[in-house]
């Protein structure tokens, strides 16, 4: 029985990752801040034949990850993968005068990243064996006005998991980093509610077909590699002209 963990369990991708682990009879440590959401998480996954366990957790509490990841190692015998994907989005307010904003969306989704994974470390070199998985996204390759905190946090995690990899194989811990598109959950809003989006069941259930086969990077859905490969060869002053037109906002 495969024992996975992940952060952010309570909606979103994160939700439906659980809910396809557990239809798989996996037995799943379900961890975010909202406990309440979560233990409605878990009966799911309970009636679709998985073993919960629930964690309140805020991922930007480093002590309170390292008391959860010994926990969950306790309670389920052990660790084979890791899906660090809680994470937050939310505008820069670059014209705030404040920093309030943009430094919550880089500490929830870089210090919250290293936070969960790094506990489970020293576990799996010791077993020799494990995956650790971060939800990045296609902003790391292709920006957006208004959110280079996001952005920014997305491009960091997947050049922490392009360091480790090299190290980490050699114990035969995987390191995956997921790009997703536009997946339809709570963190996307405004402008972007209007393109095309995919359905977060139908995400998971390829993310963890590509968690299973252990691949470095991956960028869903595949029509994205398209869009990335025109925004680095397109001159920055027409980038910069369409994403602005596209994700125009009044500046007051």
Request: aromatic share 10%; proline share 6%.
């Amino acid at each position: 029985m495969k024992k996975i963990f992940i952060t952010g369990a309570s909606s979103g991708i994160g939700k439906s990752l659980a809910l396809a682990y557990a239809k798989k009879k996996c037995l799943i440590g379900l961890s975010s801040r909202r406990i309440e959401i979560l233990n409605d998480v878990s009966k799911e996954c309970k009636r679709l034949g998985g073993i919960p366990f629930v964690y309140e957790l805020d991922v930007q509490n480093s002590e309170q990850c390292e008391i959860v990841s010994n926990t969950f190692i306790k309670d389920a015998d052990g660790v084979d993968c890791v899906i660090a994907n809680a994470g937050i989005g939310g505008d820069d307010q670059i014209y705030s005068g404040s920093s309030k904003s943009i430094n919550n969306v880089l500490k929830t989704n870089i210090l919250g990243v290293t936070n969960t994974l790094m506990p489970f470390i020293p576990y799996m070199r010791e077993q020799r064996n494990g995956s650790l998985v971060c939800i990045s996204s296609v902003a790391s390759y292709v920006p957006l006005p208004f959110h280079g905190g996001y952005a920014s946090s997305k491009i960091a995690i997947r050049m922490i998991f392009d360091s480790w990899r090299p190290t980490l194989e050699r114990h035969n811990i995987r390191t995956i980093s997921i790009c997703p598109g536009f997946v339809d959950t709570p963190i996307v809003k405004g402008p972007a509610r209007k393109l095309p989006m995919r359905s977060p069941d139908k995400a998971a259930e390829k993310f963890i077909k590509v968690i299973a086969k252990g691949k470095n990077t991956y960028v869903y859905p595949w029509h994205y590699k398209i869009l990335i490969f025109i925004a680095n060869i397109v001159p920055k002053w027409l980038y910069n002209y369409v994403i602005r037109t596209v994700f125009h906002k009044p500046i007051n």
